[in-house]
Structures are given as structure tokens and as C-alpha cells.
């Protein structure tokens, strides 16, 4: 994540979280200076639980004993996980979502630069499936665009050469037998983690904030939720949401408790015309928290 320069801010899910309303300035401006400097750490999303290292981070300097002072606060939300870690579930979910985002974007950049090249050299390469070019190594896997700028780009097909077989005056003709290489030399991604893919892109484009790398969507997955199922959960939150109304974000951990606590137990449900798709509106359930 380092060369993502922008960090997204839920403008409404801050000002309307728990952490604005009970630290102290101080502490508040702390935590926003922890969120921004876990976006480029390694892994992203995390610090390190030395208190030299994050009254540095703070803006402290040295002077570790006025970090202390702040560091509850500042802390408030992070958790220790099993590397001796900090890691924000909010700011992981933002980096999931950028990196999902940039990934996808590199998989359009190479279809444009495939069809482009078949144009040109008469050749019918197929276009790589979202899955199976995610799958591909780092060697192989073409910068893209990033969520700013643009970057230097090398195509899957880089090192090979349609015509070197063939030859002819002016543009070389192609043999029968010329192929490319092999799309994706490494295995497909585990069939949950295509499947969490689809369902991520799915919810996303109605609006929800899911992220394929979530914890409980490789679970939806792994569980073979169905598209209509998904989106049936998502109907119920956004009516709840409206309901209530709240315009928090629909979390993944929000429509887990829809679809584990009504959609996959096949409670009875009231059809509705939201999705187009004959979706369910549940009125029983889990009470509407959707928070970390």
C-alpha cells in the first residue's frame, strides 16, 4: 500500500463512532496521525506495539512519556494480533477495498491492451478471467493504474512475439502454430476465495462495503451462498438502515447476522421489489448494530 497516496475517510461512519465523541483533542488528533501511518506500514493496516516507535508516529519526537499520556485514546479500537501487532479493523477493511479496487483496475487495463493487440496483430488471445489473473505472480502481473496517477504497465504478453514464427513483407504474418504462454502459471485462487471475489464485487456495486479478503465473505463463501441470498441479506439491511434512519455503512459484519441469523435459516419473508430479482425483506432477527 505504500504507493497509495490517499487514505478513504467514512466521513459519517467517524463522526458518528464512539472514538469523537469520548477521547480528548489530543487523543483524537493521535489516532488520526496512527490511521494514516498504518496505511503505508507493512502489513498495511497495522503498527508496531513499541511506544518509541509510535510516540514518533504521533508526532512526540522522543519525548515517550507524552505519548503515554494519549496513547489509550489514541489506541482506542486497535487490536494485538498473534505477530505482536496493532491492526484497526476499520483502516483494514479501507486498504482490503483500495487494494481490491486496484487489482480490478489492472485486470481492465490488461483486457483493453489484449484487444488492442489482437487488433493490430490479427491474433485471437482470450481475455483472463478476474480469478485467474489475480492468480498470477508479481513477475507477471502488470502494474495497472493505482487508485491515483498512472503507472509503467508490462502486459502478460509482454515477452512474447506473435510473428516469430511467420514471416512476410511489412506486417509479419502469424504461424498456425504460434501460441502465447500459459495465462496464469500459478494455480487459480481456492474456490471460496473466487467465489468471496464474486460476491464482494456483487454487494459492492449495491452499495455495500464489503471487501473480498473479509473474513466473514471467504466464510459466505466457503458456505456456498448464493448471489440471491446475498443480495436478499442486503435488501433487509438497506430497509433496516432507512428504517432507522441511519446512514451507516452496511458492514459485512451487519449482513453476516442477516444472512447466518434469517436468510440461510429460511425464515418467512415478505417478497419485495427492491433488486429487481424477487428479493426477501425479513422482519425477524438480529437487532441492527452494524459496528465493529
Known amino acids: 500500500m505504500r504507493d497509495f497516496p490517499y487514505m478513504p475517510l467514512d466521513v459519517v461512519r467517524l463522526r458518528d463512532s464512539d472514538i469523537s465523541a469520548i477521547v480528548s483533542g489530543d487523543e483524537f488528533r493521535c489516532a488520526v496521525l496512527m490511521w494514516c ?4 506500514q507493512v502489513p498495511a493496516a497495522s503498527l508496531p506495539d513499541e511506544d518509541v516507535v509510535l510516540a514518533q508516529l504521533a508526532g512526540f519526537g522522543r519525548v515517550v512519556r507524552e505519548w503515554k499520556r494519549v496513547r489509550v485514546g489514541a489506541l482506542r479500537g486497535w487490536i494485538k494480533c498473534s505477530d505482536a501487532r496493532l ?9 482490503n477495498e483500495a487494494w481490491a479496487a486496484k487489482l480490478t483496475q489492472r485486470w481492465r487495463t490488461e483486457c483493453a491492451r489484449i484487444k488492442k493487440m489482437n487488433q493490430r496483430q490479427g491474433t485471437d488471445m482470450p481475455f483472463p478471467e478476474l480469478a485467474s489473473f489475480l492468480s498470477l505472480p508479481p513477475a507477471l502481473c502488470p502494474p495497472g493504474h493505482g487508485v491515483q496517477g498512472r503507472g509503467k504497465e508490462r502486459g502478460i504478453y509482454a515477452d512474447w512475439d506473435p510473428a516469430a514464427a511467420g514471416a512476410g513483407a ?19 485462487p481456492s474456490p471460496p476465495a473466487s467465489r468471496a471475489l464474486e460476491l464482494a464485487l456483487l454487494l459492492r456495486a449495491q452499495g455495500a462495503a464489503v471487501a473480498p479478503a473479509n473474513p466473514q465473505v471467504l466464510d459466505w463463501a466457503a458456505r456456498g451462498v448464493s448471489d440471491a441470498q446475498a443480495l436478499q441479506a442486503l435488501d433487509v439491511a438497506q430497509r433496516r438502515r432507512a428504517a432507522a434512519g441511519s446512514q451507516q455503512p452496511i458492514n459485512a459484519g451487519f449482513l453476516d447476522s442477516i444472512l447466518s441469523g434469517e436468510v440461510l435459516q429460511g425464515k418467512s419473508a415478505k417478497p419485495s421489489r427492491h433488486h429487481g430479482i424477487g428479493a426477501t425483506d425479513f422482519r425477524e432477527g438480529v437487532s441492527d448494530d452494524g459496528r465493529f
Open 170 to 188: 511489412g506486417r509479419a504474418a502469424v504461424a498456425d502454430d504460434a501460441s502465447p504462454p500459459p495465462l496464469s502459471p500459478s494455480p487459480c
Open 87 to 95: 491492526y484497526h479493523p476499520v483502516v483494514a477493511e479501507k486498504a
Open 37 to 40: 501511518a498504518s496505511w503505508h
